[in-house]
């Protein structure tokens, strides 16, 4: 196919159906990072869940009226395509100008957007992985001595063969636990 039959095949089924309406950014979908330390604390995980579904299901409803859209086009005749074709290039030529011009553009714009794009997604990539060590490594430095103060409890399978003073001991240990990460977490 010739680019200019490309992108009049293209451009005369949105014309057919009309301008499409703006579609809403997935991404306005998205909650609010969480602000506790602890998955109960809010309803990150939920809000997360329907918002995927919600742009799930968004998704396959356009999935679904592209593809209607694609049957009608490739059920049209070949010579009704190009008769179509011809006519609305023959009444708007302004816009097969303008087309033509923006499809040029298109592919050097395309190419410099997805460079950007994949450079941005190394570099937030590099972030995330150095925070997480970042935090792993504080979290590590401030949780080993209470981990090393549990594995010298005598703590057996049962409470009841393990000593009073070991199961308080262990439980002030977990509350220090739990409060250590929380101020990493905070942090």
Same mark, same amino acid.
């Given at each position: %196919?010739? /680019?200019?039959?490309?992108?009049?095949?293209?451009?005369?089924?949105?014309?057919?159906?009309?301008?499409?309406?703006?579609?809403?950014?997935?991404?306005?979908?998205?909650?609010?990072?969480?602000?506790?330390?602890?998955?109960?604390?809010? $309803?990150?995980?939920?809000?997360?869940?329907?918002?995927?579904?919600?742009?799930?299901?968004?998704?396959?409803?356009?999935?679904?009226?592209?593809?209607?859209?694609?049957?009608?086009?490739?059920?049209?005749? /070949?010579?009704?395509?190009?008769?179509?074709?011809?006519?609305?290039?023959?009444?708007?030529?302004? $816009?097969?100008?303008? %087309?033509?011009?923006?499809?040029?553009? %298109?592919?050097?714009?395309?190419?410099?957007?997805?460079?950007?794009?994949?450079?941005?997604?190394?570099?937030?990539?590099?972030?995330?992985?150095?925070? %997480?060590?970042?935090?792993?490594?504080?979290?590590?430095?401030?949780?080993?001595?209470?981990?090393?103060?549990?594995?010298?409890?005598?703590?057996?399978?049962?409470?009841?063969?393990? /000593?009073?003073?070991?199961?308080?001991?262990?439980?002030?240990?977990?509350?220090?636990?739990?409060?250590?990460?929380?101020?990493?977490?905070?942090?």
């Amino acid at each position: %196919m010739k /680019p200019l039959t490309i992108g009049l095949s293209v451009l005369l089924p949105a014309l057919a159906l009309g301008a499409p309406p703006a579609a809403q950014d997935p991404w306005t979908k998205v909650p609010a990072f969480p602000t506790g330390c602890y998955s109960a604390q809010d $309803d990150f995980a939920k809000d997360t869940e329907s918002a995927l579904e919600a742009v799930s299901a968004e998704s396959a409803r356009q999935e679904q009226i592209d593809n209607e859209i694609k049957e009608r086009y490739d059920d049209l005749d /070949p010579a009704e395509k190009q008769t179509r074709m011809q006519s609305y290039m023959m009444s708007h030529p302004e $816009d097969v100008a303008k %087309m033509m011009q923006a499809n040029q553009a %298109m592919g050097a714009e395309y190419q410099e957007t997805a460079t950007a794009q994949y450079e941005k997604r190394q570099k937030l990539e590099e972030e995330l992985k150095n925070l %997480m060590a970042r935090y792993d490594g504080v979290l590590d430095k401030a949780l080993a001595p209470l981990a090393a103060k549990r594995t010298s409890l005598p703590l057996a399978d049962g409470e009841a063969a393990t /000593p009073q003073w070991a199961i308080e001991e262990n439980n002030a240990v977990i509350k220090k636990t739990n409060a250590e990460y929380e101020r990493v977490c905070g942090e």
